[in-house]
């Protein structure tokens, strides 16, 4: 599958069967992850995985009531979690690079999408999710160290349904030429 195939296909899965992942192919997914680009190097990015069904139903009261998502926490075979050691992306020398602070969330996603782009491409469903309005709870539950913060999770598995793709807005709606606005 090339890469701008993987790119309009994948969609995100929150339904999955219970096929465990092998684990060649999720050492082949963290590899994908492992080489996403990241602030001047800095590799800021961890990853947790949590296959035991205690606490990934633990982890999935963590997020808002009402999310999608929930079941597919709990349900998938595995679940990822993504964190990120704060004060390395986004600094030089120890001091803040740029006006916009830490770079963690940039850097942390740039990852994850390389994980749902390299999970899709084997057959794999993810999704995103990262609204979690008790992170510190996901960082107790899996015991995070201190400067180590909990970002995203994604569930991973193979898919028990197929998902349709939402409708995209044109590129003449979010693309623009030398000033914002300006077509």
């Not at 192919?25 to 800095?42: D, F, G, I, M």
Request: net charge neutral.
């Amino acid at each position: 599958m090339d890469v701008l195939e993987a790119i309009r296909n994948r969609r995100s899965v929150r339904q999955y069967k219970d096929t465990p992942v092998p684990d060649d192919v999720l050492n082949k997914v963290l590899e994908a992850a492992r080489w996403a680009p990241s602030w001047a190097n800095t590799q800021c990015t961890r990853y947790i995985v949590v296959k035991d069904p205690a606490t990934k139903a633990r982890l999935a009261e963590t997020v808002n009531r009402g999310n999608p998502s929930t079941e597919a926490l709990k349900n998938a075979p595995i679940v990822i979690v993504a964190c990120a050691e704060l004060k390395k992306a986004g600094y030089y020398k120890g001091e803040v690079a740029t006006d916009r602070g830490d770079w963690f969330m940039f850097d942390v996603g740039i990852a994850m999408e390389n994980l749902a782009l390299a999970a899709h491409a084997f057959g794999l469903g993810t999704v995103h999710v990262g609204y979690i309005p008790d992170s510190k709870k996901v960082e107790e539950i899996l015991g995070t160290p201190e400067g180590v913060v909990a970002v995203e999770m994604t569930p991973l598995g193979y898919p028990a349904a197929e998902t349709k793709a939402p409708p995209r807005k044109e590129l003449s709606e979010i693309v623009f030429y030398e000033k914002y606005g300006k077509h």
